[in-house]
């Protein structure tokens, strides 16, 4: 479904990706875990076309989607959620949820399915959304991003700064999507939880892939125990 | 919460506001008589199109601070048409249309600009166009040297555009009847804000205004709805602008002056920005103030006292008296054992 191929980027003179390759398919969950500042972010924002490769290709379904505009790579099937939320704080929950839906001609029924995941967010339809609870606000995030129907789901750490119990309700949340065949790359730091909840994993290390394999032998290897896991 | 009930709460309620606005506005001029009282209400209903075109800009978070450029395009290019015989309804619109282009290639030069540099290339154009049209021959020859009447106003022929106004001309019709032409065309703009405000388009402007990169990640092209904000925007100022010149019975390059360029904006702020009603209230009340200040005798130094009152809203009103407005009614409603809800306008 989606493919980095060779992709290098850079911010300024600054190289942050280097030579990195990956593959997702269809209905897999795939996380990419690192230490802070390897380039994971800047992954999901290069996917979205908010940085362009300096060379590589990005293919999603078979389109080269690292020359398009951000919002034709939102048409063509991808929803970021990002790290820290970034909602419109002003905007009410309702609100949010139809941005959310802007290129999506079926809003009612992906409403109607966000409001069963999320039954909390129908509940306070009217509410701001800057007035909301870090947990309930990533909750939001994702239902906004779910709410164009995306073939695949970025999440960008979403458990960051959330208490542990929001945090077990997030990879609930991905579980749920798992099981309804929703493509999710999840990007995380919480590798123990990222690792749990997907099928394969790749290891990102000063802007370089340095580790790739289905995620229950990520969670037995030496280095990643030793360098993540702390065991 | 069904569907159904939420189209009730964000489509229908908020339209029934406007029939009480519809009646008074239509019976107005049967209750006053006062042909003084009556042209104030029509410039009201003027500058209401026009704060409402600026507002519309605003709320994709573009500040023009040079409407008056596009106000004034679609004054001069319909009074062009209209007075070498084009219908006066021809005129108007592609008066508008006009303003509307220009509008879109001054989009186009805008749109990697941001606050105070989209405000100066804005702020620059309205004053270029006031240089245009004062030092080019085309314009004083196409208007039959009625820019020759420039500073007159005291000695100004009612005539000068001829009969062939149609519609417009004095001799047809008597100028309260422009009454219920500015009513009909503010109305108009108000609902066509009102719908776009709803629509996905100004969702989409309300995203971009918040937070650009976030709107593009929702899908959003920013570029055309940027554009789409200019095109609409200016297509409404270019309007009120070809529909007041008329009225007004002479044009001149005083309306693109900075002065026109600040009033929506100082209405706007007043009313609300970013609200439908906001441009509705600034514009009734800042030029209901205007007026009676002229009546107590009071020039430029109107300008004066408009200042101290925009420092004190400033202050004390940020959001301008539409909040006010909404706390006042929902008070109301509730004494009145109304379900309180938001009021739409």
Redesign the interface.
Known sequence: MLKFENVNVSYGAVQILWDVNFEIDDGEIITIIGPNGAGKTTIAKTI?G?FKPTSGTIEFDGKQIHIA???QI??DGI??V?EGR??????TI??NL???A??SNEK?ET?KWVFELFPRL?ER?KQFAGTMSGGEQQMLAIA?GLM?RPKLLILDEPSLGLSPIMVNKVFEIVKILKSQGVTVLLVEQNIHHALEVSNRGYVLETGRITLEGASSELLDNKHVKEAYLGM | MGVKELVRKYAVSPFLAYIPLVIIGLILPLAITDDFFIRIIVLTFFYIMYSSSWNLLAYSGQASLGHAAFLGIGGFASTILIINGASPVVGVLTGALTASLVGLFLGIICVRLKEWFLGLVTFGFAIIMVAIVNESSVFIEALNGALGFIGLSGSIDPHIFGGSLGIFSPDLVPRDQYYYLFFFAMMATILATHLIIKSKIGFAFAAIRENQIEAAMMGVDITKYKLIAFIISTFIAGFAGALFAPYNYFINPEMFSVHNSFMPIIMTISGGIGTIGGPVIGALTINLIWEQMGLWGMSIDRLLILGVILVLEILFLPKGLMPLIKKVINRISKVMGLTSRDMPL
């Open positions: 979205m908010l505009p951000t919002h939102v048409k929803a970021l990002p970034d909602l419109f704080p002003r905007m309702m609100e139809q941005m959310g802007h290129t009612k409403l129908e339809q906004r164009s």
